[in-house]
């Protein structure tokens, strides 16, 4: 397919800190794991490109949604030193822009539908995973594809979603068919555009936190994106008691819309004691972590399943922080309890069943509490640097 | 507690066939593993009894509600011997009953409450176990209570519960209080009688089967009680499809209400084409054989698994049957499936699981299709052997 | 690399019998997924080609070691009517060999050494994966490649390694080199070349069958390699009591040297009552059905699990069969056992923790009962049709 | 039986610190769940005490064999201000000795043997569990008898086997009748008492660590018995290369001894290094904290998790200790690991499993370094106060 399109574009120096070292992984001037440590003066610009051809085992993706996501945000926003805020993978100029749905226009030879076994057609409405795992190392040979050796991510250290087109290789596209029959119209891609963080939080609970049984409690302290998503995929896994934990008041109001059954604000209630209370001493199966304050909320946590009659807990962290959890042994001891850490949405067959959780009926568009244009991406990645009140600003393409 | 109560009591002639030599467990003349090879000619008897005194680990309850159970049903019918339908543990002269629940009267010195962990105070709304588990055998100190090598059986070879009043160890206790929010009245106490058939089925798709993962697609065959309870309990663990394939269109429609979402009549369309077509051609992740016919429906269950796509499918095998089932050992190797049996309810925290499920809104009394007195549960005991449209009959006792 | 090699070639007649229809990913006159409907008149020839050149994700190996498999045998034997008796994915003529090692001679320029996660320097000692996962396709991105969609297959569709040289795609390779410590010379190849049908055997009883806690009870039913292989990894598991059932006495004796504590002789002895009698009438944990005849010993296995003490016995069928198990549900159920199948030995981790249990010492090459020449294979292959009594005949390549 | 014997008692008197609180299951002046907050001047006699009479579950247990556990020594041991030091469930005065082996003289009319599932015969050798969960209680009742809300524990609040006869439920004991082929003499219940101990690190590692697939490697960090232990456990579950971190010389060697390939000294070597050069840079699958100093190895641990390539560690944290682990969340996102807390041996198999060991010769009587008298015993628990070189100090009684 000929033509131009516009991509929003993330442009950064690359001006390395004077302790960086190059590690085996990164690439002179151009790409780093370590994005913080090198990238300084971001700068969100609406480029021109030529819409990219396809290779043999891609796609190319015409984009209907996408979704701005924290990580964009940090990586266009720096520190008084003009270093980007975003510590991981990065790979400047990239357009940005991971979490989205379109429909397919073109296929390589060797490009393969997942959903019917078969070549594409074209016009296959679906959407993607953000994490290019590379299908040879020995993590992915193993079955864990989060933790590729080799990754490469959508909308990072490769061109993403905030444009008309997209290339995208066929291993990681998801169909968004079954979606066709509870959403009308774009909603369907806005739906799909959902699929990606929510998978995040589908990962976290029920991969990483080994799932529940049904009439478990849970607790999830932090109402973001994925905490919020936390709340509805452990409500519809069948959780009696779905807690969220988030002082913001939009946030908590989101999460009791999305799937909680109570929040509490742990600015002005003890979290401890409104735990106990709301869970009659029980405690609680499964707690996440999804604050980035570890060192503030853990011996909270530590002291809900301490005091509670719940054995088993597990803890898991999702939210990354450099702080150090102070962890008591005895704890985890007494009350058979566990912390797991949890990162990605691939793999383990996350994304087709997030999408089958949605084609019954688990609604995440509400997270959705603005729509603009592809244009208006830049200023309200700018915006999010500040207000907290919305959920998720999502990009409409035409 | 003085007094005298009455009780539904099945009486029967010990009269063991030819074949039949006392086993291990079996006592001459009183109590026997194998009951059809040996119990004679039973009859149903409202008996007057003195209300029973509890010993130290036990206490007594006065019974609220009690439904009647399949086992009841073939405890009391007769084949053209006269001998009994029932094959399992009984000893009688026995009151049946043992789908109950009531309020706690009285309490031995040494038992103790699981919900609060301390001695009843009296007045503690409760439901039991039927399965009163040694606690010192193998399988009981190993975990598997369900396996108990000393088991007793409510209703089978000790009292049950279709009387004014019952003594049960405090072991097998759990509480009701939960409910108290969403249930009104006597309401409290249907729901608690519900407890232990869908916990039967809780224990056969949760822990036996090994749960689901939100999104999954879920089989069940056989629209009894215990299929009904198993659509409940899936649709609250996240299952994004749950179809029930029952024939008598009474018992489609009933678990249509109690959580599945598409009912199949094997009888009049094909059920592998059907599953298939529904599923788009996935199949599904579980199936449960509840019908009691193995050999009929597994081959198609296999068809399904062979022909769908989806891989690791578990079928849960819950109905008794002495047909042989015509396993393909290929189907589960190419398709990585597994067959496993489930029995029984207690243990691994299946009981209060359920009750929380209930508390969360799972309302399980939607299965009762008709409410009966104490005087009125022999004859229909009677009625329904030949009676399949109702689903749950069960006897409030003032 | 320039130059010339032979290769054991296997070619045969496409004639495809009356009822075969094309299936959806054979193609016509050149490979199926069912051999047997196809092929006729299968001969072994060795024939000469070029050294082939690897593409960019591929090594070239110079081929050290690679031993006759079951299936080499059944591609070149034939039936009443000339049609070959290996009934699965065949593409002829192609060069036979899937169970081997060598050395790395060629890399492309993205093929990495999973073992450094660097790229091939060349003289790696590697052994293969026999199955070449897509990695594309819905089972591969879901974490299970012996299920993948789109599989081809060394030595049986693709070329394979009774030759000097083969061509390999970097993501199945896995190092040899943690074996340099206890292995002198080709030994380290030979050991190399029984990595394959280990992980088989691995795969079927560690990662299907779900492991055993140590201390547990095992029995293997069919002494052929993959059950003897069984053997070793269950002793190496903790295995407290290995037993093997198997009528030939030369392959019952390989079991005991390789693994086994004792060998029944199904045909000389009861089966289930030895099994009761050596482990104290407790039965087992595990049973491996290996022999091909799972209708004959499947009522066996049933009645130990049904006698013995055991709960939660596995059934893992590994062997292939068209025959049906006759399955009592109720052994299922009232033991907590439960059937599963097993097929190939990719992903989860199992080559290299083979290779990890051969470097601590589990010595496979026991099973090595000759070594032949490039040359002697064609014949060698013939004779294994009537003889039993070799367990595995390898060819060294100079 | 009538008679007398003698008893080594642990006496010390009830004086509570300014800040103790009796608790909900604690007995004021008999019992507590916090000794070091209450027993002051602890000492040890020998005292004379009527044999005891088994009730109608218990059996009388001719005691044969009892090691000195650290839990001994800290009971006898105390501080500046004459405390105990050891903080857990304690009743004085009470018979110590809690890992111990003897013979069945008399049983009680409902104490079964679950070798059997038959009455005590008397003459039975068996060990017995040190806790005495109730089976009635929530933990209990689902499964979890090492966190049983109503504990009593033999040693500690009931007499325990430092004396020649000794009264024990019969739902505790275990047959150790399948040693008698591999044990000679007393050496039987020399290996019989040292069950329990290897019964903590086999639920610490197998149980509780999940366990771990042949050929994986393991750190054990701490060589006090129960990490030389586990060293036994692990290298008989297949572990390719089993690491102790161990300063002492001589537990290091018996470490080596019992089942370890590879010892470090922290002390002289860096250990992350090390581990990271023994592993060739993979790690380990499973690390056991058994040190007691978990906030000076955690950040090692980490580190080796970090820097080494392995997915999927677990981290058992065994050993009690005050101070906090320093966890960053990163370590276990990146790496997808997990922290448990493991205690106790009750339950899950564990005890018959590690009976089942030892009979196939995996042999912990290396452990035993000197053999004393019941006289000796009070003498060589002070002597254990200071002397670190012994590992495990077994009376033997006549």
Known sequence: MKGKMQGVTLVADW???????????????????????????????????????????????????????????HMAQYDDDSYIYYPGLTGFPCILGHEFSGIVVEAGKDAFDKHTNRPFKGGERVTSEEMLWCGQCKPCADGYPNHCERLDEVGFNVN???????????????????????????????????????????????????????GDRVVILGGGPIGVAACAVLKKAGASQVIISEPQEERAKMALKIGADFAINPLKENFADRVLELTDGM????????????????????????????????????????????????????????????????????????????????????????????????????????????????????
């Open 15 to 73: 001006d390395p800190k004077p302790d960086f070292m190059l590690g085996s992984k990164d690439i002179e001037s151009c790409q780093t794991y370590l994005g913080s440590l090198v990238w300084r003066k971001p700068r969100l610009e609406i480029r021109e490109y030529d819409i990219p051809t396809p290779g043999p085992n891609e796609i190319l993706l015409q984009v209907k949604a996408c979704g701005i996501c924290g990580s964009d945000v």
């Open 160 to 214: 993403g979603a905030f444009a008309q087109y997209i290339i995208l290789p066929a291993r990681t596209l998801w169909s968004l068919e079954s979606l066709a029959d509870v959403y009308q119209g774009d909603d369907i891609f806005l739906a799909g555009s959902l699929v990606e963080p929510t998978s995040v939080a589908y990962n976290a609970v029920i991969e990483r936190g080994g799932g529940i049984h049904p």
């Open 283 to 398: 405690g609680a199966n499964l707690f996440m972590e999804a604050t980035g304050l570890p060192e503030v909320v853990y011996p909270d946590i530590e002291r809900v399943i301490w005091e509670g009659r719940t054995l088993n807990s597990t803890i898991v962290v999702i939210a990354r922080a450099e702080a150090k959890m102070p962890v008591t042994g005895e704890v985890l001891q007494v009350r058979r309890a566990k912390i797991v850490g949890s990162q990605g949405h691939s793999g383990h067959g996350t994304f087709p069943r997030v999408i089958d959780c949605m084609a019954d009926g688990m609604d995440m568009t509400h997270m959705i509490t603005k729509k603009i244009s592809l244009e208006e991406v830049p200023a309200n990645i700018i915006e999010l640097q500040t207000n907290r009140k919305e959920c998720k600003i999502t990009c409409l393409i035409q």
